[in-house]
């Protein structure tokens, strides 16, 4: 029973997403074998500030790059690692991932490269060239690589997203990315893990923040559109590109269907993208859960084929005459057609803005969301533009709140918790409380310990496992 030597330590350590939500990228070691988890960027920045933090760590170490799911802060610094960095591993991701991955980073690099203060991270060739190394992975199938296992569990929130068990010389790690746990109109919620690992890597998005019901949700929501469309007005949803966009969709859908005096009423799904990816959503039907499997086969139409919803490529063949509902990229408001819907609804007061999504620290949507009387131009940026439109937040982020992440760390039953994926104070909130939940495993064998650590930042663990070979 010797303890534990040098050779004995486990080591993570965040180059984004550590005490932040955005460019998310952590690199966990053990024996002399690497995996980074994650390759985002960060959405308030562009360019370079826009990565991680890769200089802090020699990527030439990394055997195994495993990718949670295509929001661009897991997953569009990606194409930068993999052609311009030392990094040579293996890089890992499930087939719906690889396919929306490909069509969601050309749009990225159109939309980073249009002008801006900084030059793209990198080209269309760099992407198609990233696209061809990048291997794809089956849920609950387990792969190795050079003495590394890996097993892919559906995690919810988008399609195509996974958390990874992955073992490393019998050291169990299990890491979440985003998750949610509650049901939804066409995914399947995170899976509880067959085996206990020995760490959990959890996001910690919404910190102790709690959920109000779906149903409520849902009602909220529909409520505001359809008052604001009988006083005239428009409903601007800025979501991303696609994700979370296809279960406001299927929402509107189902309201509209119901709703005859609606339906005169258009609904938008403003998106470049709208066309190719919904391709995908049509093929991957049979990932999703068996709501929308058993819909699919009874009436034999996709329900993704949508009879109220029309896709709109660009603004130039947009009517802006009465009453309408658009959904619109990109969801912080940042740029694009969302911004300048913004901009141009923002002074009419029949009009409202509905955010969805979870707001990023320094984002357009996340200042909006103070209620501003003004909002700068982003064309002409020395001028201000009058808010008078109403501004409500109403989450569909499908991100755990407190009471499913904590129900699902229990579930776990990990001894050492690493926080990611969250604000400072949000995160600093999560971890009390779970420290106060555990109180009385304290100085027991079943104590749990928790860890928020801050970008590049090692937390070192002793682990003393058993020889593989
Ligand atoms: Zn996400």
């Not at 360019?47 to 990718?67: H, K, Q, W």
């Not at 269907?257 to 093929?283: G, N």
Request: charged share 25%.
């Amino acid at each position: 029973n010797e303890s534990p030597g040098p050779e004995d330590q486990f080591s993570f350590v965040a180059l984004g997403g550590g005490s932040e939500v955005g460019r998310s990228c952590h690199i966990i070691s053990y024996k002399g074998k690497t995996v980074m988890l994650d390759a985002g960027v960060h959405p308030a920045h562009s360019g370079m500030a826009s990565l991680p933090f890769y200089d802090e760590y020699d990527l030439s170490t990394v055997d195994v790059l495993l990718i949670s799911h295509f929001h661009l802060d897991h997953a569009a610094s990606l194409p930068y690692v993999m052609q311009h960095t030392n990094f040579r591993g293996r890089v890992f991701m499930t087939h719906p991932t690889k396919a929306i991955y490909r069509w969601l980073l050309g749009d990225f690099v159109k939309v980073s490269g249009g002008g801006g203060d900084s030059a793209p991270l990198y080209t269309d060739e760099d992407l198609f060239d990233s696209f061809e190394r990048i291997e794809t992975v089956d849920y609950h199938a387990t792969m190795e690589v050079s003495g590394i296992r890996f097993t892919a569990y559906h995690a919810g929130h988008v399609l195509g997203a996974a958390m990874y068990m992955v073992e490393i010389a019998g050291l169990k790690v299990f890491f979440t990315g985003d998750y949610s746990r509650e049901a939804d109109r066409h995914l399947n919620s995170a899976e509880i893990p067959p085996i206990r690992p020995d760490i959990l890597i959890s996001e910690s998005t919404y910190g102790t923040g709690v959920h109000e019901p779906r149903t409520e949700r849902e009602t909220r929501l529909t409520k505001l559109i359809h008052s604001t469309i009988e006083k005239g007005g428009r409903c601007l949803l800025p979501v991303f590109a696609l994700g979370r966009a296809q279960e406001l969709l299927l929402i509107l859908e189902e309201y509209w269907a119901t709703h005859p005096e609606l339906q005169t009423v258009k609904v938008y799904y403003a998106s470049a993208l709208a066309r190719k990816c919904m391709a995908v959503f049509r093929t991957y039907v049979n990932m999703m859960n068996d709501d929308i499997r058993r819909r699919f086969r009874d009436s034999s139409t996709n329900p993704f084929e949508f009879r109220y919803i029309r896709q709109l490529r660009s603004l130039d063949k947009f009517d802006d005459l009465g009453p309408c509902v658009m959904v619109a990229a990109p969801g912080m408001l940042q740029n694009g057609v969302s911004r300048e819907l913004l901009e141009r609804w923002a002074p009419d007061s029949r009009n409202a803005l509905i955010i969805t999504g979870y707001s990023v620290e320094g984002t357009m949507a996340k200042k909006i969301l103070t209620q501003p009387t003004e909002i700068p131009s982003m064309t002409n940026p020395d001028t201000t533009i009058p808010r008078r439109l109403s501004i409500a937040e109403i989450s569909f982020a499908a991100h755990v709140d407190f009471n499913e992440n904590s129900a699902f760390i229990d579930a776990v039953g990990a001894r050492h918790v690493i926080l990611v994926h969250g604000e400072a104070t949000t995160m600093g909130r999560l971890k009390s409380a779970l420290l106060s939940k555990y109180t009385s495993r304290k100085g027991t064998d079943q104590e749990v310990k928790i860890y928020n650590p801050k970008n590049c930042v090692e937390v070192e663990l002793p682990f003393k496992t058993a020889k593989v070979a």
